[in-house]
């Protein structure tokens, strides 16, 4: 009884960071450039062959690579990334790596992003815009002009988020190393007027949601009742000393 105590507890904790990957998933539906979690859970068994028990284990979180859709905005300072790259901005925290490729131009012809974050370059330097000049023109492989002269590129970077990512508010990652330039990549691109959206499902998520969440209560029924069955049994052998 014990162990399927145990069992069911394992199964409890993974099943919760479940529900909570997927209701951030759900509340990030509408989220220009967001990548949804996805949990991956391993059978963990202790004991001989046996008499061998099966624990779930508490998961390992990744970042689903599902691209998500483009949207025409027809904003010139609107930009999606073509291929697995992502747009590098400076913050405080350092380079952040992200698909939420909505910037604007400061009064100092700085790009930026909403948040007033500075737009990269390859080179991780931020990129300075002509502010007399109107918006860039973008070519597809990044570089920007102003009035037929390149006045600077967009940054895209490889990166591949390990089981360890970090979040950088609701678009953004933190890389653990300084971030690769994607460079002689054929695949690799951006386009302009364009935003990706984000990559949640939101029918499937609400699927998965009711789901976890009905396991969530058998499992909790089912340790209830071993709970039950366990003062049970004790009740019954303390009545026979």
Known sequence: MQDGLSVALSSSVALERRLNTIADNIAN???????ATQVRFEELVTGPSTSS???VS???SYLSTRKGGLTETGNPLDFATQGDVWFGISTPAGTVLTKDG?????????L???EGHPVVDPG???IQLDPRAGPPV???????MQNGKQVGALG????APGPDFQRYGNSGLLPGTPPEPAVDRSDAGVVQGFLEQSNVNPLEEMSRLITVQRTFESVGALMQNTGASLEEAIRLIGGQQ
């Open 53 to 55: 028990t099966t624990f």
């Open 58 to 60: 508490e998961g390992t």
């Open 156 to 159: 895209l970077f490889d990166y």
């Open 124 to 126: 991780g330097a931020p």
């Open 102 to 110: 909505r910037f604007k131009m400061d009064e100092g012809g700085a």
């Open 138 to 144: 973008a070519g597809a492989d990044g570089f920007l």
């Open 112 to 114: 930026v992003t909403l």
């Open 29 to 35: 539906a509408n989220t220009v450039g967001f990548r």
